[in-house]
């Protein structure tokens, strides 16, 4: 298993510009979501989706927007890149297991909005 | 919705001594509280987590505590290493998707 996989790892955009953010999981996980982090600001939750063609809005969702076609696919859209948006950002998937709900995080991707 | 309180910010201890983070969480429905650690340039990844019917759970050198009436929950780590140094989460929720703290930056000094 792959888990769960970001790409780009970099991306470095102009103000206004638009560009999606791709992520995916093999692990057939229901629940997905996306993150941002920023420095003392922990992980703030954007979008999340608990299964195929829903999605549902974070604490942070303003300037972002998802979909969740597959199972396995939960882009991130950036419609107009604001220097606001200049985060690293981390897709994860969920599952439970014994009352353990973990969350899988990919490993990021880094962004900077010039 | 759910607001969770992470302190200290940063942690410095030597190796050997012992580490303590503590949370404190608001909603009082909340039932799960994992905690992830992150090291440099990686995503957080899941160490130990409770749920509110535990007081206490122990894994090797890590501990967690949870005082529902409180409201806080506490990770202890044991005998810490170097290996150990990276940035702590605490989240509080229901299940899937809960709320995160804002980070412990915890360095072990050899």
């Known amino acids: 298993n792959a888990g769960v996989t970001q790409t780009p790892k970099f991306q470095v955009l102009k103000t206004g510009q638009s560009m999606t953010l791709q992520c995916a999981q093999d692990?057939?996980?229901?629940?997905m979501s996306w993150y941002r982090q920023d420095p003392g600001m922990g992980l703030r939750l954007i979008h999340y989706?608990?299964?195929?063609?829903?999605?549902d809005q974070g604490e942070v969702p303003n300037g972002y927007n998802v979909s969740r076609s597959t199972t396995e696919d939960f882009p991130l859209r950036l419609l107009s890149a604001a220097p606001s948006q200049t985060s690293v950002y981390f897709c994860?998937?969920?599952?439970?297991?014994?009352?353990?709900?973990?969350?899988?995080f990919g490993p990021g991707t880094r962004l900077t909005v010039t | 919705g759910e607001n969770v309180e992470q302190h200290p910010s940063t942690l410095s201890v030597q190796e050997g001594d012992s580490a303590v983070i503590k949370c404190t969480y608001s909603?009082?429905?909340?039932?799960?509280f994992p905690w992830y650690k992150q090291e440099l340039g990686k995503g957080p990844q899941l160490i130990i987590d409770?749920?509110?019917?535990?007081g206490e759970k122990k894994d090797q050198r890590i501990a967690v505590t949870l005082n529902k009436t409180a409201k806080h929950f506490s990770l202890h780590i044991t005998e810490t290493q170097p290996e150990d140094s990276a940035v702590y989460f605490c989240?509080?929720?229901?299940?899937?998707?809960?709320?995160f703290g804002r980070g412990t930056s915890l360095i072990v000094h050899p």
């Open positions: 994860a998937s969920s599952y439970s297991v014994r009352s353990s709900y973990e969350q899988y």
């Open positions: 409770i749920r509110s019917n535990v």
């Open positions: 692990m057939n996980h229901e629940y």
């Open positions: 989706s608990v299964g195929a063609g829903i999605t």
């Open positions: 989240a509080a929720g229901g299940s899937y998707i809960p709320t």
């Open positions: 909603d009082s429905a909340s039932n799960y």
